[in-house]
């Protein structure tokens, strides 16, 4: 505790439970996430639920930061591991399965893109991007075997707790879906990171609120939000210059985010609070391209409003 923060799970200003704080504990050392693409495709891309993959999804399937698909796995995470060594010489890495659904394939495909990972002692950890619709029971059994080597983690895409939101985003499962999923990972020992979307067609602000409230009641460790990006060459940026529908100021953003974090357990990790849109394929908003300036803000108006992650908290 530092600053007179009244947040526990913190050495420093942020009234949350951030990702560095999580691993600088976990790990004892500076961590960092190597992006991959390991040239998966999506149930909803290919024709298996669906067309087109979900609208706000561009065609790297939101692996803009991952690594050359011109690249093997391998050449793809040296080059990118180098990079960041550059700026943390001792840092240990976590291999991350980023782009498009990374257990979308058969299990051998599977093993034979994680298993030389596992084997690297400079690998940490396995970060997995993935749907709900594509963790059969015998993919999760291999990735549980891999736990008693290494932290395994499974990044789920929700976006929102609502159906109709997922079907006007074409995203191809329902929260029924995903419930079901997480109940299957609970019996596991890998660890389960959910993300949401802020600002997503139509829903109010009391919607993103009870899609937070919803998953503080359930079996994760982590999660990720995000403000929503529209991204050229996306079915939605075609909706949006057709009929713009309103999207979040900063000022609205960082209320919701907060207000988010309040109903949160304090020990779930935020991963993220905002992502990283593309400079030359954002169309808007524009603010979300100063990181910075969005996390500053957050911490800020946490400061000021003297309030902190899971200040309102209930398990029951």
């Not at 998953?215 to 929503?228: E, G, V, Y």
């Not at 100021?249 to 985010?257: A, G, K, R």
Request: aromatic fraction near 10%; hydrophobic fraction near 35%.
């Amino acid at each position: 505790m530092a600053y007179n923060n009244p947040f526990s799970y913190s050495d420093d200003n942020k009234r949350y439970h951030t990702w560095n704080y999580y691993l600088k504990h976990r790990y004892h050392q500076k961590v960092f996430k190597v992006p991959l693409n390991a040239n998966f495709s999506c149930p909803n891309r290919d024709g298996t639920c669906g067309q087109g993959g979900c609208t706000f999804c561009g065609s790297l399937g939101s692996g803009e930061y991952a690594g050359n698909l011109q690249d093997d796995l391998m050449k793809q995470f040296m080059d990118r591991q180098q990079m960041m060594l550059r700026k943390w010489p001792n840092g240990g890495s976590i291999a991350y399965f980023q782009a498009y659904t990374n257990t979308y394939a058969p299990l051998h495909e599977l093993k034979h893109c994680f298993q030389p990972f596992m084997e690297r002692k400079d690998v940490l950890a396995l970060s997995i991007a993935t749907r709900a619709d594509c963790l059969e029971d015998d993919k999760l059994a291999y990735l549980h075997s891999l736990c008693k080597e290494k932290d395994i983690w499974i990044e789920l895409g929700l976006q929102s707790i609502y159906d109709q939101t997922a079907q006007h985003c074409n995203r191809g499962h329902t929260y029924a879906q995903f419930l079901d999923c997480l109940q299957r990972l609970a019996k596991t020992d890998i660890k389960v990171a959910v993300h949401l979307i802020n600002s997503l067609p139509y829903e109010t602000t009391d919607m993103m609120l009870e899609s937070a409230k919803a998953l503080a009641t359930l079996p994760i460790h982590a999660l990720k939000l995000h403000m929503l990006h529209i991204m050229k060459d996306t079915q939605m940026a075609t909706e949006y210059e057709n009929q713009p529908f309103p999207l979040l100021s900063l000022e609205d953003y960082v209320d919701i985010v907060i207000r988010q974090l309040e109903v949160l357990p304090p020990e779930m990790i935020i991963q993220r609070l905002t992502g990283d849109g593309v400079k030359e394929l954002l169309i808007a908003p524009a603010w979300t391209l100063h990181k910075v300036n969005v996390l500053n803000t957050i911490d800020k108006e946490m400061k000021r409003r003297n309030t902190w992650q899971g200040r309102l908290y209930s398990k029951s």
